[in-house]
């Protein structure tokens, strides 16, 4: 319908706090002038931390969820999805399974398949005074967020955030991330349904430059 939304982190900060929500924001002039739209989470209360979100619609007509819209996001490193059938006006929350490693969860990405599958993928690294062992989690919805598989493992990195290793020389203060991107073919041609993640890592542990790099799956995320 020629609508734009914006979904970001909308901040209640002192000198001594920082509260965090979820929000929504909507424009129907091509993004001269916005709406508030909807509110996803507001933790203001709690001052739980709600971080690095990501939002996705399903824009396809013949999907069963067309219209449907998605955002992922993680409170306090536990990975979070929530899904609205209202234009993003209201919104149910679930939380994603947990996976078979890791104690923190961050940096969810969405794809949505032209059927309505929801793909989404997610980084786990275990943390206490230094962060060690990331690994980036695939899991899939067909339900329309509802309910989500078994998270399976898209790669085990040599790189590490958030740790006090494999800094690379332009990056040297917190480190970097290797955060990763999903998207889904939807063409319609050979390779309809396949699925594609990049990432960044290491070549090999220890190294001094980081590559990118492509995983695909041709067995829906299995």
């Not at 971080?51 to 067309?66: E, G, L, M, R």
């Not at 990195?157 to 800094?167: E, Q, R």
């Not at 073919?185 to 396949?194: E, K, L, Y």
Request: glycine content about 8%.
């Amino acid at each position: 319908n020629n609508e734009v939304f914006l979904n970001y982190m909308l901040l209640c900060s002192t000198v001594t706090t920082t509260k965090y929500s979820m929000v929504v924001a909507r424009s129907a002039d091509g993004g001269a002038t916005w709406t508030n739209q909807g509110v996803i989470k507001n933790s203001w209360a709690t001052t739980a931390l709600e971080d690095k979100n990501f939002y996705a619609i399903d824009t396809t007509p013949a999907s069963p969820y067309y219209g449907r819209h998605y955002t992922c996001w993680d409170r306090n490193n536990n990975e979070k999805l929530a899904y609205s059938t209202s234009n993003g006006a209201s919104w149910t929350e679930v939380d994603l399974p947990t996976a078979a490693s890791g104690t923190y969860d961050l940096a969810c990405e969405i794809a949505v398949q032209k059927n309505g599958t929801v793909h989404v993928v997610f980084d786990t690294l275990d943390c206490g005074a230094n962060c060690t062992n990331e690994r980036m989690f695939y899991t899939r919805s067909t339900n329309g967020g509802a309910s989500w598989s078994t998270p399976v493992v898209v790669r085990d990195f040599n790189l590490v955030g958030f740790s006090n290793a494999n800094y690379p020389p332009v990056a040297d203060n917190r480190g970097i991330n290797p955060f990763g991107a999903i998207d889904v073919d939807n063409s319609g041609g050979a390779c309809d349904g396949t699925l594609y993640v990049t990432f960044s890592d290491w070549t090999s542990g220890g190294a001094t430059e980081n590559d990118v790099w492509v995983s695909r799956s041709t067995s829906n995320g299995a």
